[in-house]
Every structure is written in structure tokens, then in C-alpha cells.
């Protein structure tokens, strides 16, 4: 019996041994990691709040939120941009409580009649995508593919509407039909 506790004992501390090896491996690497993570880190905040100035310049008129629910519904049919903003921030809320798998939003900006090839690409390109394709050139702006209670924002040049008649809709499997409108360039 006592050989046999010996044994067990002898396990345990080999386990041991065993776990903290590895463990002490990872840590080590671990640590360049969270170093060059903390460097881009430092520099974000000092982005953001440089872009964030001409937005709060221009509070107001120069941004919108749009917000989407559970029941597949924008609570706006048209986004009016005035020409005078050099930038223009749409911010969709999810005021829904349902996972952006089932009733997941996004907003798509593009072109009325780019819109069918951008919604048909989106779809292939699927919900890691955002239902969005990779670089198409016909989306002026999108934002993320969100659930509820999340929020995305997505900021564009008005200039980019100047040209012909603008939509957006979310391109979430089965959502376009209801969840559409147009974007208005105002003066
Ligand atoms: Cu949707």
C-alpha cells in the first residue's frame, strides 16, 4: 500500500513537474507578444481622438444613428447628408436583444443600381465577411454586421454621393426587403 501511495505521489509530482513546463513555456512567450501588443495600443488612443475632433466640430448635422431591432426594421427610411460636412458618421444601434447570427444588421452604402451585385456578393462572402465583399469599390461605406445591444459606426466623405442615387440597406440574409432606404444629399 505504501509502495503504492509512493507511486501515486511520485505521479503527481511528475505531473506537476510536467504542467508547470509548459505552462512557464507559453509565458514566456507570451510576453514579446503582449509587448508589441501594447505598442500599437499607445498609439491608437492618439488616432482616435484626432479624428474624433472634427466630429464633435461638427456635432449634429454631420452624424446620424440609425437604429435596428429585433423585429428586422430601420426606425428611418431616409439618411439626409449635407453637403457642407467633410465627413459624415452613420452609427447603427441593434436595440434588439437577439445574437447577430439569427437577426444580425449592418448598413451597406452603394449606388441604387450597384445595389443588387453588392447584396448577391455580400451574401457569398457570408457573416465573417459581414455580408459585406472585401473591397468592393461599389460600397461607398458599410458598417459591421452587429447583434443586439451592439452598436457599429462608419464614417464617409458626402462627396461620395454626389454622383447618381444612393441606398442603403442591411445585407443580412432575407433583410434587404424590409430593411432598405435612400440617402439624400442635402444642402
Ligand atoms: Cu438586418
Do not use: W
Not at 500599437?40 to 435596428?68: D, H, I, L, T, W
Not at 459606426?153 to 443580412?172: E, I, M, Q, R, W
Request: proline share 5%; hydrophobic share 45%; glycine share 6%.
Amino acid at each position: 500500500m505504501k509502495a503504492y501511495l509512493a507511486l501515486i505521489s511520485a505521479a503527481v509530482i511528475g505531473l506537476a513537474a510536467c504542467s508547470q513546463e509548459p505552462a512557464q513555456q507559453p509565458a514566456a512567450e507570451a510576453a514579446p507578444a503582449a509587448e508589441a501588443s501594447a505598442a500599437p495600443a499607445e498609439a491608437a488612443p492618439a488616432e482616435a481622438s484626432a479624428e474624433a475632433a472634427p466630429a464633435e466640430a461638427a456635432a449634429g448635422n454631420c452624424s446620424v444613428v440609425v437604429e435596428s431591432n429585433d423585429a428586422m426594421q430601420f426606425d428611418t427610411k431616409d439618411i439626409q447628408v449635407s453637403k457642407a460636412c467633410s465627413e459624415f458618421t452613420i452609427t447603427l444601434k441593434h436595440t434588439g436583444t437577439q445574437p447577430k447570427a439569427s437577426m444580425g444588421h449592418n448598413i451597406v452604402i452603394a449606388k441604387a443600381e450597384d445595389m443588387d451585385g453588392v447584396f448577391k456578393d455580400g451574401l457569398a462572402a457570408g457573416p465573417d465577411a459581414d455580408y459585406v465583399k472585401a473591397n468592393d469599390e461599389r460600397v461607398i461605406a458599410h458598417t459591421k454586421l452587429i447583434g443586439g445591444g451592439e452598436e457599429s459606426s462608419v464614417t464617409f466623405d458626402p462627396a461620395k454621393l454626389a454622383d447618381g442615387s444612393y441606398k442603403f440597406v442591411c445585407t443580412f440574409p432575407g433583410h434587404a426587403a424590409l430593411m432598405n432606404g435612400t440617402l439624400t444629399l442635402v444642402d
